[in-house]
């Protein structure tokens, strides 16, 4: 199936500063998810996100999905050190397993 | 209880050893997901429990041989790994093999010398 890519693979941010990381793909999505995992944890289910334009809050995290459905966004503000972690976006094929993106780690600069 | 229990956390083992990691849920999921995790990658999916009958194996070597004994419990067999199968094994649930969200336990992390 068509894999979904996901930019950057690292960010480097200082506390307070803002994070964003995205999803993209050559194919119509019909859905995109997002996991957190922390550093030696499990991933953690964010959200998922299913309708063209769609944007989603919970809390500091902002959730986008483009109108073409192409493309997806989680955007975090003002960043706190538990914010730390790896961030997956995640689409959902026909036989409904995830296939991942490669993950975008957060790392606060000290 | 919402979690997804696995034991145990961490295993070392021979190349010759049998072992089994555990895997327990008791939110009444009917879909359980075994995954296997490198370094710095994403989740690899292994294998696919629906109503506890095997859905989905993808391509996984005979070596790793999955058991659902019933609707709450699923047990990944371990036999004669190599080196490069050393990883993060989490195991997974979710309401059903349709449903949106997976739950995922802690992970065994496995090393295989």
């Known amino acids: 199936g068509q894999q979904v890519m996901q930019i950057p693979q690292y960010q480097h941010v200082q506390e307070g500063e803002d994070f964003t990381t995205y999803c993209n793909s050559s194919t119509t999505l019909s859905n995109i998810q997002w996991y957190k995992q922390r550093p030696g944890g499990h991933p953690v289910f964010l959200i998922q996100l299913v309708k063209s334009g769609e944007v989603k809050k919970q809390k500091r995290l902002t959730f986008q999905f483009g109108e073409a459905k192409k493309n997806s966004s989680l955007h975090i503000t003002a960043t706190q050190t538990t914010d730390v972690g790896t961030y997956f976006c995640?689409?959902?094929?026909?036989?409904?397993?995830?296939?991942w993106g490669a993950g975008t780690k957060l790392i606060i600069k000290p | 209880d919402t979690e997804v229990t696995q034991t145990p956390k961490h295993l070392v083992m021979g190349m010759t050893n049998k072992k089994s990691l555990k895997c327990e849920q008791h939110?009444?999921?009917?879909?359980m997901y075994w995954y296997k995790q490198k370094a710095k990658k994403p989740p690899e999916l292994m294998f696919v429990?629906?109503?506890?009958?095997?859905?989905i194996n993808e391509s996984v070597p005979s070596r790793f041989s999955p058991e659902c004994p019933n609707s709450s419990l699923l047990n990944l067999h371990l036999h004669a790994l190599q080196p490069e199968d050393s990883a993060l094994y989490l195991c997974a649930s979710s309401q059903g093999p349709q449903s949106n969200e997976q739950f995922f336990g802690p992970g065994t992390r496995l090393t295989v010398l």
């Open positions: 939110m009444g999921h009917r879909a």
């Open positions: 995640a689409r959902r094929d026909s036989n409904y397993q995830l296939i």
């Open positions: 429990y629906s109503y506890e009958k095997l859905s």
